[in-house]
């Protein structure tokens, strides 16, 4: 029992110390003891990673709201009046600015190496994925990555203007923890490419019952945060998903880092925008 506890606590760790650059606690004197044990087991705590970088979002939201005068800040709008104020855009870039940071660009990394594949491949399987591991980055990775960045961005504005409160606070955990939530599925119902690629042992090591219960867990947590919003976003997060395995099966045959970092940035883009349309 202890052991399992310790082995849960190690995870936790790992998935902060891979999924972001949170310093990690004690985590390499864990890794001699349980290294596959808990880097399987990290997978599980993807979400609750969502939830902290979604939290100093809010963190630095209400930093720079505060420092705008308001002892109390609800939002940006309850500072400044209704009409919308060009604070809310330096707000937004310290926001989209923190969320890099904390990420390491980990993700867009991911997603600007799957774009320059899925262009340079030119339909084969082979030299896709041989394009992925390129370190370098072409036009169509830089491209895309300004792309997300702007939508991020966008709507980040929106959000510090229009937003309140609680809703503004659920809006900010709730799209980082679905993004990475959508790795367990992704991983759970997809081949990984990849033999000795990061994810393999993780894929080879989801429950079921351990993916239903933070599936669950999840949906909850949204339907909190969202309220009104929640179904549609969650329809929405699952449609992206489906959207990305189909085009991963068809050129090369499942998954693999990059792709599934592509989805993050892809799935917080959209369903940001999806929030504030």
């Not at 489906?242 to 970092?261: F, H, K, S, V, Y």
């Amino acid at each position: 029992m202890i052991n399992n506890i310790k082995q849960a606590w190690f995870s936790f760790w790992y998935a902060i110390a891979f999924l972001t650059r949170i310093p990690a606690v004690n985590l390499s004197k864990a890794l001699t003891s349980y290294n596959k044990k808990i880097g399987q087991g990290s997978l599980y705590f993807y979400p609750v990673v969502g939830l902290i970088i979604g939290s100093l979002m809010c963190v630095v939201y209400f930093i720079c709201a505060w420092q705008a005068g308001n002892s109390y800040p609800l939002s940006a709008a309850a500072i400044y009046g209704s009409g919308f104020d060009s604070s809310n855009l330096v707000i937004a870039a310290l926001m989209l600015l923190a969320w890099c940071l904390v990420t390491g660009g980990l993700h867009l990394d991911g997603l600007a190496d799957a774009a320059d594949a899925w262009v340079g491949g030119y339909g084969d399987k082979q030299r896709t994925l041989d394009i992925m591991k390129d370190p370098t980055i072409g036009p169509m990775g830089a491209m895309l990555v300004v792309v997300v960045l702007l939508l991020k961005f966008a709507a980040l504005v929106v959000v510090v203007d229009k937003m309140q409160g609680f809703y503004l606070i659920g809006a900010m955990l709730a799209v980082p923890m679905l993004a990475r939530f959508s790795i367990l599925p992704l991983f759970y119902f997809t081949p990984y490419v990849r033999e000795k690629g990061l994810g393999s042992d993780l894929k080879q090591s989801i429950s079921p019952l351990l993916l239903m219960i933070v599936t669950v867990i999840t949906v909850l947590l949204t339907v909190v945060f969202l309220q009104q919003k929640s179904i549609l976003i969650l329809i929405l997060s699952a449609a992206i998903l489906l959207w990305a395995r189909n085009i991963m099966m068809q050129r090369i045959g499942g998954t693999t880092g990059d792709t599934a970092g592509a989805l993050i940035e892809v799935q917080e883009a959209l369903l940001l925008c999806a929030l504030v349309l």
